[in-house]
């Protein structure tokens, strides 16, 4: 679990994060979603690091990142896997190369094991044959699948993952959003992803973090979002008459589906 309270960060005299509170739940992708400029990557960063907070703490599984020096923060550091947009691929080095990287650098490993291991991590994307090419000589879909396998690699406690579907084709990107929930709940991982992908926040969202000016604005799952009155959330969400009409048809398909109803009877839902 990753806890954030009361986050603030300021550049110059410009308010970025505005007393930003949440928890991130683990097994879940939990998801911050919010327009161009609303603060959602500089709340990452703050998260693992990049970014000092000017106030508030981020605790991992109790422990406040924030108060640490770097050496202190290592351990912590090492249980965080990153895919970052673009899947920042190291074009020199091929794929098994990419994914035996992190393994070379940071684990205690015999050379036996990291191969097993970066196979094991290659077999779980479903890539074949792929390991000798180059990124270069993959398509998008694949480079992601190459991102995902060595953010893995370690066994991380934490993913974050920075606009997965950027650049991929609609159906792609589902398989990807797929990919990247399974194994969260399969490895019991806390994943935050930032999106502005409308399909990941339907289909993906456990747990939605909807960020406003800087503000927390409304919060949630993507069950949750379909029957909210934050006029914000439905304005950013449901902008288009095509999205409106989606959600009257989710609306319908969830008041009829029966164990859906018997979850909101038992008080389920939150
Ligand atoms: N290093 C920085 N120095 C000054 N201002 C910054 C810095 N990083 C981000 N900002 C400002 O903080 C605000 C929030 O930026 P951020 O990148 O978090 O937005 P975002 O919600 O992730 O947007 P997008 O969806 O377009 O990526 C923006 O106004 C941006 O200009």
Redesign the pocket.
Known sequence: MIELKNIRKS??D?E?LKDVSANMEPGKTNLII????????????CMVGL?KVDSGTVLYNGQDFTAMDDHEKKPIRQEIGMLFQGSALFDSMTVEQNIMFPLDMFSSMSYRERRKRMQECLDRVELKDANKKFPAEISGGMKKRVGIARAIVLNPKYLFVD?PNSGLDPQTSLIIDKLIKDITVEYNITTVV?T?DMNTVMESGDHIIY?HQ?KKQWEGSNEDIIFSEDKLLNDFIFASEFFQDIKEMRKLEMFRDKNWRAKQAGGGNK
């Not at 919010?34 to 960063?45: E, Y």
């Open positions: 550049f110059g410009k970025i919010g327009a161009s400029g609303s603060g959602k990557t500089v709340l990452m960063k970014m606009e930032n502005h960020m800087g």
